[in-house]
């Protein structure tokens, strides 16, 4: 007569939770889930663990940081400044930076991990711009990550404006004027941020609060979003052998993708760690208390906000009046142009679909030479960017060329025009190029470098037919109409 073994202590834990909460179903059907193995889908977990480290050394630093602007007199660590009136927010960081153990490396860390989250979340959205992923059913999850692009822009905005040293204090005086350059209600909403007349008493302790409590948590909310849907509609994949639109070729969640994502984890806390330590970020010491009456010589927001400032420094100081109102269009046309750029982006998906008539749902991601329209607008977007960053440091951009500034910005004014058509123009033509040498490739095979000599005397090269993936690869598109109708009758293709 056998007696059944009793269940150990794990399984009675384990039942009692699954008769619960249901785990056992849920472990079944999602810990087995298939993800592709691509390098660039790790864009995506470098954003997803730069904000893990955002939230742990954020954790650390509010517990020794005093969102406060009442003025006190420094005594501390850094002799520079003994004796200067400053406000509680600045003497706390300096407390943080020369006082507090591990606080100037958290403080460095924090600021680096904010840099690579941001870049991390462009980067993300190109290869998904670029490779067409944000097609349905993925449009809403496409705006998800545009919110969370969005949020964290001014995120680090009031992130870098909290220490309230005079660099920040310069970013403030921009915010101001933007603020005051609003037609009818540009003075009340200055009044109503600052808590009165600029600079006033209350904006460090505002921006703390949206800092620390209501951003983030809105920020986290829409990563748990994110990530669902992602699991939710599966992954996308490249084309390939075995690749269709109903079916995910990868490795499975758990325990190869769990490994994988936990060691890379540890890769960017190492890098971002190792940043912080080797390369000093944000000296607030450097640059002193901020004053109303002062301003930063060679004053730069965070790269992510130089192309907002380049819409300002580069537009004229036109100003009109109406009505008796006067409308600095100088400070009011970029501020608009701002958000609309941003606001692109966001609804592209929705636009693209409705000028092609597409309709169907795509699981299957392009390569971006097939969609030449498409890859010359992100580069168009792309360069138009980095020619405002330029233009947010034009004085700078002068000083080391040695150039006038007035040169310099009126290069960017033009630069503005007619780059941005030049590239979209350039990159489409690169794109049908590369085309057609895909197309040669398919009909001819793979130039080997060896030459031969026929027997009545013709020396021709000797090409290698393409493996049958290589093949699927290459052909697994719809071809743009100028190129199909260059291909010669009865081809399969």
Known sequence: MSTRELPGRGERVADWFDGRLGIRTLGRKYLRKVFPDHWSFMLGEICLYSFVVLILTGVYLTLFFHPSMNEVTYHGSYVPLNGVRMSEAYASTLDISFDVRGGLLMRQVHHW???????GMLTHMMRHFFTGSFRKP??????????????ALFEGLFGYSLPDDLLSGTGMRFVNGALLSVPVVGTYLSMFLFGGEYPGHDIVARFYSLHILVIPGIMA?????????????KHTQFAGPGRTERNVVGSPFMPVYVAKAGGFFFLVFGALALM????????????????ADQVSTGAQPDWYLGFAEGLVRIMPGWEITLWGHTLVLGVLIPIVVFPLLLVLIGVYPFVEARVTGDKGEHHLLDRPRNRPVRTGFGAAWVSLYLVLLAG???DIVATRLHLSINTVTWAIRIAVF?????VFVLTRRICLGLQLRDRERVLHGRETG???RLP???YVEVHEPLSQAKLHTLTAHRRPGELVEHEPRGDPR
Do not use: D
Request: no cysteine; charged share 10%; proline share 5%.
């Open 113 to 119: 991990a904010a840099l690579v989250f941001v870049a």
């Open 138 to 151: 993925r449009e809403v999850n496409w705006l998800f990550g545009w919110s969370l692009l969005l949020l």
């Open 221 to 233: 909310a829409l990563v748990v979003a994110h990530l669902l849907l992602v699991v939710y509609h």
């Open 276 to 291: 912080a330590a080797v390369a000093s970020i944000n000296p607030v010491w450097s640059y002193g208390p901020y004053r």
């Open 392 to 394: 947010g440091g034009n």
């Open 418 to 422: 007619v780059v941005p058509v030049a």
């Open 450 to 452: 060896v030459i031969k």
């Open 456 to 458: 009545h005397g013709e």
